[in-house]
């Protein structure tokens, strides 16, 4: 399955100011998916990442707060924008393969990032 | 959309008992079901899954059991040990029906007392 390197692993950030968050594949996939994992809960899916056209947000999450690149089949980005101490999650970059009739999906190492 | 639910929020075990976690998922459509381990610092990790066609998969100490009907699937963990203690998520897709997006379970925290 596809190797993912996340950037940053974690960052201590101030109010009001953005972190860009960096997800790298091995190998070119066609569904990257970006999720939150606030502390002690689940993971919640932000968005898909599009390759060449806008990302699909989830319920309760929105592009000006967490805009997102996808420039290719390998890469793809996610800013948390105008931070508040209630980003601070854990934020998951996440990839989906298929082999034949079947799928199935890869996660990164995460980011965490403390808003203070 | 997709809706999991995921029993018990906390288990605490013996060392060498079994530990066993229900999940019941809301969408008839989904068809992929795995399992993730979630130790701390780290992000989750697949131990096991199991698709629409197959009512149970083992591997190893590790079993996953899936109802159609009922639209449930549940984890098994044997012999459990300390290592096993850990934050373990189920979760569903439902594929191309769903854009491929994976819905999770909100997470049970096992604790394998030694």
């Known amino acids: 399955s596809a190797v993912i390197s996340q950037k940053p692993s974690r960052d201590i950030c101030q109010r009001g100011t953005s972190l860009t968050i960096q997800c790298q594949v091995d190998s070119q996939v066609t569904m990257m998916f970006w999720y939150r994992q606030q502390p002690g809960q689940s993971l919640t899916l932000i968005a898909t990442?599009?390759?060449?056209?806008?990302?699909?947000?989830e319920s309760g999450f929105v592009i000006d707060k967490f805009p997102i690149s996808r420039p290719n089949l390998t890469f793809s980005t996610l800013t948390v924008s105008n931070m508040s101490p209630e980003d601070s999650s854990i934020y998951l970059c996440s990839v989906g393969w298929m082999r034949g009739s079947n799928y199935g999906y890869t996660f990164g190492s995460g980011t965490r990032l403390t808003v203070v | 959309g997709e809706n999991v639910e995921q029993h018990p929020s906390t288990l605490s075990v013996q060392e060498g008992d079994s530990a066993v976690i229900k999940c019941t998922y809301s969408d008839s459509a989904s068809n992929y079901f795995p399992w993730y381990k979630q130790e701390l610092g780290k992000g989750p990790q697949l131990i096991i899954d199991i698709r629409s066609n197959v009512g149970e998969k083992k591997d190893q100490r590790i079993a996953v059991t899936l109802n159609k009907t009922a639209k449930h699937f549940s984890l098994h963990i044997t012999e459990t040990q300390p290592e096993d203690s850990a934050v373990y998520f189920c979760?569903?897709?439902?594929?191309?029906?769903?854009?491929?997006?994976?819905?999770f379970g909100s997470g049970t925290r096992l604790l394998v007392r030694p």
């Open positions: 979760a569903a897709s439902a594929g191309m029906d769903s854009s491929y997006k994976l819905i």
């Open positions: 990442a599009n390759q060449g056209s806008e990302a699909t947000y």
